[in-house]
């Protein structure tokens, strides 16, 4: 290394260290009082919290978390409750969070802790990632927010401040930038005297500070450090992503209801899109809504009346739900039961169905 190479790496990690430091410090005055924060009489985290909190916030917004996490944990205190668990006990705690695949990866995970750890969420980031559903994300925030290692943290608040940081014109979610980002990740944790909330203040900067958009600057532990601040480009980096368009599904779905006030519902396949949850009894189509005559047919009706249509947005997909409501038919469609309303509110039901069999708006539409 020549004297000049020396130097700048010599400047590169003063200013890592000022980041870390200043980052830390901002966190530990400003953190949100979130309840998977909460310590014990040691200050120690709750790994099994930890590991729900993590799986709940995966592409779900803290709000959204806050109304199901006390919750869950009332149901399931310890990662033996979990593991104890049946499947349609945890979907149902579950119900209104969404991708319905992390709560069965949590739930894999528990009976995998219970059997391989002896009860104890590892320690390790190998270990941790070796759990149903734990990815390196996942892993590096249990490693460092209650176990103390230097594991990095990334996700797309985290790349956006990092992008912002060094006024970087990469794209954000692409492969490279990615790369680039967890190896900014690992050198800045490196230098971090608390790894757990130095990652931690990462990600409470891009939710509450650091926003996409226009960024709240002046409000920034990281203004004097941040490049993008000083160049002027902070409102237009990160360059955005290219988004890949949804696939249009059409589902129409017969509320049918008995004299005695229940409601015909079928359960959904075991793989593929809310898999293994409830639903009234849907015809499926992949390239057009099924027309009223189809949907008699296929459940043996004699009349449907159409109630209302709903566009309802999932990562990949645009489900079109077309509504219709009837009187029974002779004999209920096959693999379809009678269950009255108070049944059907404790069973898993993603937020459309929720909508459709019980009248409740938790979800937003188009
Ligand atoms: S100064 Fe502005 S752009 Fe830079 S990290 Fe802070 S909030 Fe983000």
Avoid at 41 to 46: I, L, P
Avoid at 130 to 149: E, F, K, N
Avoid at 326 to 346: G, K, Q, V
Wanted: proline share 6%; with cysteine.
């Amino acid at each position: 290394m020549t004297k000049a190479q020396g130097k700048a790496v010599a400047k590169d990690c003063g200013r890592a260290t000022r980041i870390t430091t200043a980052l830390t410090q901002w966190f530990r005055a400003n953190a949100r009082d979130l309840p998977w924060r909460a310590t014990d009489a040691k200050g120690r985290r709750n790994a099994y919290h930890a590991l729900v909190a993590e799986a709940m916030l995966q592409q779900t917004q803290v709000s959204r978390v806050l109304e199901k996490y006390s919750a869950f944990i009332a149901r399931f205190p310890d990662v033996h409750a979990l593991a104890n668990a049946t499947e349609e006990e945890v979907l149902s705690a579950w119900s209104g969070l969404g991708y319905y695949r992390r709560a069965r990866h949590l739930h894999h995970a528990a009976k995998n802790i219970c059997k391989n750890h002896e009860g104890k969420v590892p320690e390790d980031a190998e270990s941790l990632r070796r759990l149903p559903g734990v990815g390196r994300y996942t892993a590096g925030a249990i490693a460092s927010i209650v176990y103390g290692h230097a594991e990095p943290v990334v996700d797309g608040n985290v790349t956006r401040v990092q992008l912002r940081l060094e006024a970087s014109d990469q794209r954000q979610g692409e492969p490279a930038t990615e790369r680039w980002a967890w190896k900014h990740a690992s050198d800045l944790v490196a230098r971090a005297a608390d790894p757990g909330a130095f990652n931690e203040a990462m990600m409470e900067l891009g939710a509450t500070v650091c926003t996409p958009g226009v960024p709240r600057c002046e409000a920034c532990p990281l203004r004097k450090a941040c490049r993008a601040a000083s160049l002027g480009l902070a409102s237009t980096l990160p360059v955005p992503k290219v988004r890949a368009g949804r696939r249009a599904v059409y589902h129409s779905a017969v509320v049918i209801r008995d004299r005695q006030n229940r409601l015909l519902i079928q359960r959904r396949p075991e793989r593929g899109l809310w898999a293994g949850m409830y639903q009234a009894p849907t015809v499926e189509r992949e390239d057009r809504a099924a027309t009223a005559s189809e949907i008699k047919k296929w459940f043996g009706l004699a009349r449907i009346v159409e109630k209302e249509r709903f566009v309802f947005l999932t990562t990949h997909r645009e489900v079109h739900f077309a509504i219709f409501t009837s009187s029974p038919p002779p004999s209920p469609p096959a693999a379809a039961r009678w269950a009255c309303p108070s049944e059907i509110a404790a069973l898993p039901l993603a937020n459309p169905h929720r909508r459709i069999l019980l009248g409740e708006e938790t979800i937003q539409t188009r």
